[in-house]
């Protein structure tokens, strides 16, 4: 046996105890007794499962059993049963390692929340580590483990692994089971993935998903470019000079890149996110010590709180319609690709607003697509990464394609496969 279960859960438990914010709670006696299941299994050669061992940290909003959840909040909920995705995890011989930082309730992209612990972007000491999980992607980036489980609703999976380092998947709306997962806008939200490695994000989704994947077919694949979009966005010239360098890697492959417009203008994401704050949230908030309330989260409900019934309709219907556009965006190429964030990361005491940071990733949880961002970079440059989108539905081939690529574009990642 090349690896004792054991002896890797106890280093990456001792790792997550010294890692100051990336861990809110860690799992010690659960994760030591699913370690030992691992070994039986291993040892016995009977029924051995398809993620036996391998280690994976979870954001604080998924409920996992025995632990406390904490939302970035004074009040603290005891789980006493695992989130659906949790579960299914653990089903697959997964050991749960521990709960990470998040902002508060998600709902700014620091990876901060007032009154906890500083959460350092491992790849970037002193800058943000992104968010809304952004302690799932420092607890991947900084190498404790090799799979972290997210949540995105505008890019709270993608832009913390582009700014950490790592890979980071979200899947087609609605592609891994959200139940047990505190909700921040439940049209919009979509648990993700965060590895080191593309393929490890496939095996991972192999276990978490209902597996009813179109056929898998990569040759030839088509690329958009959504000019359009990028130039209307104030992007960094060294978030450009990456995303650039990246597409000339895959030209100088062989791709096919071709140029397409920008996708429709989708109205309503923040009115459904404010109603939603709202409807769910603001009694709890209104609780809270008013100095440990970030004053986004405030804001966010008292706009939540002036909105109307017809508003929230009118929100909704939007969404919907731009939905049902999703597919149209795919007739004439199989992927987009763009820049995952318009900026670099921030210094921890500058962060940067939500409509910058999700410039580039709120749009496809709107049209409910999947989409990959792997690290890429010039020179020394950290902090960068692309993204591909492909059409709903598509998550397997999109990440068979990405695993080809990657070294491509520079996502090489950090430390080893799972």
């Known amino acids: 046996m090349t690896h004792d279960?054991?002896?890797?859960?106890?280093?990456?438990?001792?790792?997550?105890?010294?890692a100051s914010g990336i861990f809110w709670e860690i799992a010690g006696t659960g994760a030591r007794r699913d370690s030992e299941a691992v070994l039986r299994r291993l040892r016995e050669g009977n029924g051995v499962r398809m993620l036996d061992g391998v280690l994976v940290a979870v954001k604080d909003a998924f409920a996992v059993s025995g632990l406390a959840q904490h939302l970035g909040l004074t009040r603290v909920v005891v789980s006493d049963r695992d989130a659906a995705a949790v579960a299914k995890l653990r089903d697959a011989g997964a050991i749960v390692i521990g709960t990470t930082a998040m902002d508060q309730l998600a709902w700014t992209m620091t990876g901060q929340a007032p009154g906890y612990p500083r959460c350092d972007n491992p790849a970037l000491l002193g800058r943000s580590p992104g968010g809304?999980?952004?302690?799932?992607?420092?607890?991947?980036?900084?190498?404790?483990?090799?799979?972290?489980?997210?949540?995105?609703?505008?890019?709270?999976?993608?832009?913390p692994a582009a700014w950490c380092g790592v890979v980071g998947f979200k899947p087609s709306f609605g592609g891994i089971a959200l139940d047990g997962c505190a909700p921040l806008a439940p049209c919009l939200d979509t648990a993700g993935l965060i590895t080191r490695r593309v393929d490890d994000c496939r095996l991972a989704l192999a276990a978490l998903s209902a597996g009813h994947q179109r056929p898998v077919q990569t040759a030839a694949l088509r690329v958009g470019i959504p000019a359009a979009l990028i130039a209307g966005t104030d992007c960094d010239p060294t978030v450009l000079a990456a995303w650039k360098s990246a597409l000339g890697a895959l030209a100088s492959a062989g791709y096919a890149l071709r140029e397409v417009g920008a996708p429709p203008p989708i109205r309503g994401i923040g009115t459904v996110f404010a109603a939603n704050l709202a409807a769910r949230w603001g009694d709890v908030v209104d609780a809270e010590p008013r100095d440990l309330v970030h004053p986004d989260v405030r804001a966010g409900v008292e706009y939540g709180r002036s909105l109307t019934v017809g508003d929230y309709i009118r929100a909704c219907d939007a969404l919907a319609a731009a939905r049902r556009r999703a597919e149209s965006l795919f007739v004439e190429i199989d992927l987009l690709a763009l820049p995952t964030v318009p900026v670099l990361p921030p210094t921890l005491g500058d962060p940067a607003p939500v409509s910058?940071?999700?410039?580039?990733?709120?749009?496809?949880?709107?049209?409910?697509?999947?989409?990959?961002?792997?690290?890429?970079?010039?020179?020394?440059?950290?902090?960068?990464?692309?993204?591909?989108?492909?059409?709903?539905?598509?998550?397997?081939?999109?990440?068979?394609?990405?695993?080809?690529?990657?070294?491509?574009?520079?996502?090489?990642?950090?430390?080893?496969?799972?």
């Not at 992607?137 to 900084?142: G, I, K, M, P, W």
């Not at 949880?365 to 999947?370: D, L, R």
């Not at 961002?373 to 068979?400: H, M, N, W, Y």
């Open 356 to 418: 910058v940071a999700s410039a580039f990733t709120r749009p496809w949880n709107a049209f409910g697509c999947p989409a990959v961002t792997l690290p890429c970079g010039v020179g020394e440059v950290k902090g960068c990464g692309i993204q591909f989108i492909a059409r709903p539905g598509d998550d397997s081939r999109l990440l068979v394609w990405a695993s080809g690529v990657e070294a491509l574009v520079g996502g090489r990642g950090a430390g080893s496969s799972a």
């Open 132 to 159: 809304s999980s952004g302690g799932a992607a420092a607890s991947v980036a900084a190498g404790i483990v090799p799979l972290a489980l997210g949540v995105d609703s505008a890019g709270s999976v993608r832009v």
């Open 5 to 18: 279960p054991r002896r890797l859960t106890e280093a990456a438990l001792s790792a997550a105890g010294t």
